[in-house]
């Protein structure tokens, strides 16, 4: 028996859009890094990129539980000394909702060249509207 290993005439990616008003920001980035990643196909192969496209819309609306708007902090570097900058989850949801979800997709990679890869096959807007439109996006359920 032979190992599958998928090839580029195997792998045709989907698109799907998920809809982030009211969903848990943790359960929604497992759902969306399984689904750029390719692990619901049958043709998955670890080393080959065989994901779909994923467009998240209304990232501005995800929720979180507990006290996390208030005590998760995401904190950067410039690289001089004293240049430690952090701000909690509830400024970034205002600042900068996409990233909020970006990072926490890119969290649940793995760390090597294949998953910058497909990170790069996320798209993320605040609103309800996205440029996305003529690939046709199906709807990804996510639960709540």
């Known amino acids: 028996m032979k190992t599958y290993v998928a090839t580029p005439e195997n792998r045709h990616p989907d698109w799907y859009v998920v809809e982030a008003d009211g969903k848990t920001l943790g359960r929604l980035a497992t759902r969306i890094a399984d689904a750029l990643r390719g692990k619901r196909k049958p043709e998955f192969t670890p080393h080959c990129d065989t994901g779909d496209f994923v ?17 998760k902090l995401y904190r950067r570097h410039s690289g001089y000394p004293g240049g430690l900058r952090s701000r909690t ?35 993320v807007y605040p609103g309800p509207e996205h440029p996305h439109e003529a690939q046709k996006p199906k709807q990804l359920e996510v639960e709540t």
């Not at 467009?55 to 005590?71: M, Q, S």
């Not at 509830?90 to 909020?100: A, C, T, Y």
């Open 89 to 123: 989850l509830g400024e970034m949801l205002e600042r900068q909702p996409e990233e909020v979800v970006r990072r926490a997709v890119k969290g649940m990679l793995p760390r090597n060249r294949l998953a910058r890869q497909q990170l790069r096959k996320l798209k």
């Open 55 to 71: 467009v998240v819309v209304n990232a501005a609306k995800v929720h979180v539980t507990g006290n996390k708007l208030h005590d």
